[in-house]
């Protein structure tokens, strides 16, 4: 009877086993033939959705990073600079010609041409460099409150030129400057008066007079301050002795009709 017993129990084993198979492969053809249904609610459902949300939130959530340190970044090297003979020149805007007529030739060829307010490279323009000057003694008179004329020396700064005797006789004949006149200094030469050349030969200045030198409506005194006016400003030249006075390229014996002598030439000890 026990032995009956051992070999009663795997076969009821066995046949639980084969059911529960069969239950599985029932359940799993039916699960089969339901696949698209089972796919349908399972969409309409968001079933995936809330699976992947539900186990995002089981996550912890992740440590902040810690903030990195900046590194500074190594600036590159800066391409060495090639010496000027070796760069090549930036094309410059292209300039509008100056017309034809204002540019003179250059000595490069008959057909070259420079702008007129140009000049060579290299060169200053004339009007930009600073005229030299030299100091000039002209004489004008003051006249005092009891009448008396007095001659006045002033130094005027004057243009260096190839004749500074005329220079400076056309500086005395346009008269005092403002400054000059506050000081109460006139000229008694006759307006109008130009001096037409000047010449020096030997140690005599001839100068030549337009007519209107010969009439001085201060009379007697006019004649006289003119004639000292001229002659001591002529004489502050070292090469200057006496003055011969001619009008209108001849000689006269005498100024005007007062009789004032100037047919010789007159120095400073004339007067």
Do not use: C
Request: without cysteine; glycine residues 8%; neutral net charge.
């Amino acid at each position: 009877m026990a032995a009956r017993k051992r070999s009663e129990k795997p076969s009821g084993s066995n046949a639980g086993t084969v059911f529960w198979l069969a239950v599985i492969v029932v359940v799993l053809f039916i699960f089969a033939l339901n696949w698209g249904k089972v796919q349908d609610t399972l969409a309409r459902t968001n079933f995936h959705e809330i699976v992947k949300t539900q186990s995002g939130a089981d996550k912890p959530p992740p440590a902040p990073e810690k903030p990195k340190a900046e590194t500074p970044k190594a600036e590159a090297p800066k391409a060495a600079t090639p010496p000027p003979s070796e760069t090549q020149p930036e094309a410059l805007p292209r300039l509008p010609e100056p017309p034809m007529a204002a540019r003179p030739k250059s000595e490069t060829g008959p057909e070259a041409t420079v702008p007129a307010t140009g000049v060579d490279s290299g060169r200053t323009p004339a009007a930009a460099q600073a005229p030299r000057l030299r100091s000039a003694s002209l004489f004008f008179v003051r006249v005092d409150d009891d009448g008396t004329i007095v001659r006045q020396e002033v130094k005027r700064p004057i243009a260096v030129s190839d004749s500074p005797l005329m220079d400076s006789l056309d500086a005395l004949l346009k008269g005092p400057s403002e400054d000059e006149i506050r000081k109460k200094l006139i000229s008694l030469v006759p307006e109008g008066t130009k001096l037409l050349s000047a010449q020096v030969r030997g140690s005599t200045a001839f100068l030549n007079f337009n007519e209107a030198f010969m009439y001085n409506h201060y009379g007697i005194e006019g004649y006289a301050g003119q004639l000292k006016q001229i002659v001591y400003t002529a004489t502050s030249f070292p090469t200057v002795q006496d003055v011969q006075i001619l009008i209108e390229g001849e000689r006269h014996d005498y100024l005007g009709g007062e009789g004032v002598y100037i047919g010789r030439p007159l120095s400073r000890n004339s007067f």
